[in-house]
């Protein structure tokens, strides 16, 4: 097993491109890759020191480590700068070529394929391949392996040159992306001493990812909702009835988990909840006043053995847009379930879905739920349990 730098690239967007643009993209990158690692290639795509692979959207280049051939960070990270401006070049108004890099330092295994070339293996490729995933159009991030190998613990700067110009190359700090199955990879950011404008240097989409996922239908209160509630240290409810929800909970059959630290209910008012309301038809009449009480008495006798846990009863006048289910929000694992109430669809078989933080900083569009919710609390009318 040998060990390699790992470059993998593809153009963004490729897919979406008319035939005979991905035909010309393709050969012309292949072309500026064997230019720019011409005096190290043997012959293209099969050498004893570096492997070129085509990708289909792009191209893998594998940096074989030996005694004998000491690869320079300048030439690394010059080449991926090269292709990044081979791309603007490239670009016009009607057809932008962006590419993503990773960059990946790690064990690789020799193989001979069905066209009886030499080719690499092994989880390296797969990793270098990830990090590319998680760059934005026009950045090259590297791994933690590479960042260690061509800057080091003294975060030596790389100066090279590109278009004649000399640019001093550093890294940005240590950042947490997810890629696909929820994997976690620290990543750096190849970043210039000064601005390029051609090259991306904001932090990476990727770190905000969170899991989307849709409730199976019809809607049912079980399973795994059941579970985090019953474990849940947070939870805060939006109901728009709340009469299935509460009947379990004083049932029983949803058991409050011993650790609760928060339980909020918000419920619509009497005047959001009038004769015009569009979801009579769904859900029939209601008695709504009659259902803020019935919450208000489970949790006024909840909160009698339970003193240290911050309940609230809340009602709103804003029009209810929807109900939902906030678990552990405040910290990553938290999960907002949103239900939306489609016209003239029944309320369990309307389509929900369920978005889950599972990266080290609150994402923007999970932020945005919270962001309402704390909107219900500081305008609602707060019922005295």
Not at 78 to 83: D, G, I, V
Not at 172 to 178: C, H, Q, W
Not at 222 to 245: C, K, V, W, Y
Request: aromatic residues 10%; proline residues 4%; glycine residues 6%.
């Amino acid at each position: 097993m040998s060990s390699a730098t790992i470059i993998f690239c593809d153009i963004a967007g490729f897919s979406k491109k008319a035939t005979d643009i991905q035909k010309d993209l393709v050969e012309s990158l292949t072309s500026e890759v064997l230019y720019i690692v011409r005096s190290t290639l043997i012959q293209p795509f099969k050498t004893t020191d570096l492997v070129a692979l085509p990708t289909g959207d792009g191209i893998a280049i594998a940096y074989l480590h030996s005694d004998k051939q000491k690869w320079k960070a300048e030439a690394i990270i010059e080449l991926t700068f090269k292709l990044h401006f081979w791309a603007f070049k490239k670009t016009t108004f009607d057809n932008p070529i962006n590419l993503r890099i990773g960059i990946h330092v790690g064990a690789v295994d020799f193989i001979v394929d069905i066209n009886n070339n030499t080719n690499i293996c092994g989880d390296s490729i797969n990793t270098a391949q990830r990090i590319m995933d998680a760059s934005n159009p026009r950045q090259t991030l590297i791994s933690e392996e590479a960042y260690k190998h061509y800057f080091g613990v003294d975060q030596k700067k790389r100066q090279i040159t590109i278009n004649d110009k000399t640019t001093i190359i550093g890294c940005s700090k240590k950042t947490e992306v997810f890629v696909k199955h929820g994997i976690k990879l620290s990543v750096y950011s190849l970043s210039p001493e000064n601005p390029i404008e051609w090259y991306e240097e904001k932090e990476p989409f990727s770190k905000n990812i969170m899991l989307l996922t849709t409730t199976p239908l019809p809607k049912e209160i079980d399973g795994d909702f059941t579970e985090r509630l019953s474990s849940a240290t947070e939870i805060a409810l939006i109901q728009l009835t709340g009469s299935r929800l509460l009947e379990k909970i004083v049932s029983k059959e949803i058991k409050l988990s011993s650790e609760l630290e928060k339980m909020w209910i918000f419920m619509p008012s009497k005047d959001s909840y009038g004769e015009n309301y569009y979801r009579q038809n769904i859900v029939g009449k209601l008695d709504i006043e009659s259902q803020i009480q019935n919450w208000k008495n489970f949790l006024s006798d909840y909160s009698k053995n339970n003193s240290y846990i911050d309940i609230r009863l809340i009602t709103f006048n804003d029009p209810a847009f929807l109900g939902a289910s906030f678990i552990n929000w405040t910290k990553p694992g938290g999960r907002i379930h949103i239900s939306p109430y489609i016209w003239g669809v029944k309320a369990n078989e309307s389509p929900g879905y369920d978005i889950e933080w599972i990266c080290d900083n609150m994402p923007e569009i999970y932020s945005k739920y919270v962001t309402g919710l704390n909107y219900l609390c500081r305008n609602g009318n707060k019922i005295l349990i």
